[in-house]
Every structure is written in C-alpha cells, then in structure tokens.
C-alpha cells in the first residue's frame, strides 16, 4: 500500500492560465474523491468517481472545473482560466467499496498558488 | 448527514492520554462515526471509525456511548507529533463524501 498520491505538491500560477492535476489512488480502490481546502478551513467536496464513472459533482466545481478517471486508475482535475479564488490545496482521496463504511484515505494534496 | 459538535481547542500534556469529545446527537442507525486528523500542510490522516462498538486500532481507540449520540476518541499516549486538528465526521456507510466542520485543534506540550 503506497498510499495516495498527487502531483505537483505545489503550483504557482498566473491569473488566467490552464491548470492541470494528477492523482493516483490506492491501487485496489474504486473510488476516488477530489475535495478543496482553503486556509483555515476543512476540507469540502468537488466530486466523486466510481471506476471511470463521475457520478456526483458539488455545486463548488464551475465550468471551469473539469475531472476525469479516464481508465478507472489515476485522475486528473483540470482548472481553466484560473482566478485569484482558485487559490487553495486540492486534496484527493480513495476508497474501497469491498465492504460498508469503508474509509477514504487522503493524499497530501496539491496546494495552488494564483498570481 | 449528521452534524457534529466539538471543542475548537484541547491542550494536553506528552505522554498522557489525550481524551477528544464529539457529539453527534442526530446520527441515524446506519451512519458511521469517522476520525481524522490533519497536521499542517498534510493531506487528513485517516484514525479509526466505529459504527455501534468500541473500536481500537494501533493509532487510538473509539469509545461509542450506547446510544450512539456521542464519541470520544482516545489517544493513549500523547506525543508532540500528535499536535492536529483532529476531526469527528458521520457518514452513511455507502455515502460519498466526508462534510468536515471545523475539527478540534489539540496541542500537545511537553
């Protein structure tokens, strides 16, 4: 179990640029979770993946949000024209279905810094 | 999902047992009690869930009172590394998000 795991850790951007991130879930999970944090505050959810499937997006993801699982494997968050607000730590997580209440295990995020 | 209610701080003293509090008085039968704890600039840290019983495990134990309308989560022995904001988190067993509120900051002091 090596864990969840995201790329970059940290991305310095200009106001306006295409931004993208990967992440790579535990290996036999199903599931896999993109979440957002600001500073100071807990984590809050932006969509949900079941194999290739997203199947639940909050209302927190604008149009110029997009996430794939292309494969079922790793996913990519994709944010375009960045704004000043975009400023935050984007957290993947996965899980297993296997059993009932199966918990989400985190990665340690990728924190995005606009210009 | 249940709401949950906890300090926003806890001071303890290393190597004793660190004691945390959550109430969660409106947790429906099928919804599990989860922890987790963040430590700066770190991703949450998956602790320990129950559902009706005790649970232990090799980080903490999870003490579940019968009616299931609170928790407490026990660290045996604090150290300095378990300086977090430690939060208490219900959900639905095949529910798909986590909903943190504003956690429990613990700091451990020497």
């Known amino acids: 179990d090596t864990g969840v795991s995201q790329d970059p850790r940290h991305k310095i951007t200009k106001r306006g640029q295409n931004v993208t991130f990967r992440c790579d879930p535990i290996?036999?999970?199903?599931?896999l979770y993109w979440y957002r944090q600001t500073l100071g505050q807990g984590p809050e959810f932006l969509t949900y993946?079941?194999?290739?499937?997203?199947?639940?997006k909050s209302r927190l993801l604008s149009d110029r949000f997009s996430a794939e699982r292309p494969k079922g494997s790793f996913s990519t968050l994709e944010i375009q024209r960045t704004e000043q607000g975009d400023s935050a730590m984007y957290l993947c997580?996965?899980?297993?279905?296997?059993?009932?209440?199966?918990?989400?295990?985190f990665g340690d995020g990728t924190r995005l810094s606009i210009l | 999902d249940a709401k949950t209610t906890q300090p926003p701080s806890m001071d303890c003293a290393e190597g004793r047992a660190a004691n945390l509090p959550c109430n969660h008085s409106?947790?429906?039968?099928?919804?599990?009690v989860y922890w987790y704890r963040q430590i700066h600039s770190q991703g949450p840290q998956y602790i320990i869930h129950?559902?009706?019983n005790n649970e232990t495990n090799e980080m903490a134990s999870l003490i579940i009172t019968e009616d299931r309308k609170s928790s407490t989560l026990i660290l045996p022995h604090a150290t300095l590394r378990d300086t977090a904001v430690y939060y208490c988190?219900?959900?639905?067993?095949?529910?798909?998000?986590?909903?943190f509120g504003a956690g429990t900051t613990v700091t451990v002091r020497a």
């Open positions: 997580a996965s899980s297993s279905n296997r059993e009932d209440g199966q918990p989400q295990h």
């Open positions: 290996s036999e999970h199903n599931r």
């Open positions: 993946f079941q194999n290739e499937a997203q199947l639940e």
């Open positions: 409106t947790i429906s039968g099928n919804e599990y």
């Open positions: 129950g559902l009706k």
């Open positions: 988190i219900v959900r639905g067993g095949y529910d798909y998000k986590l909903s």
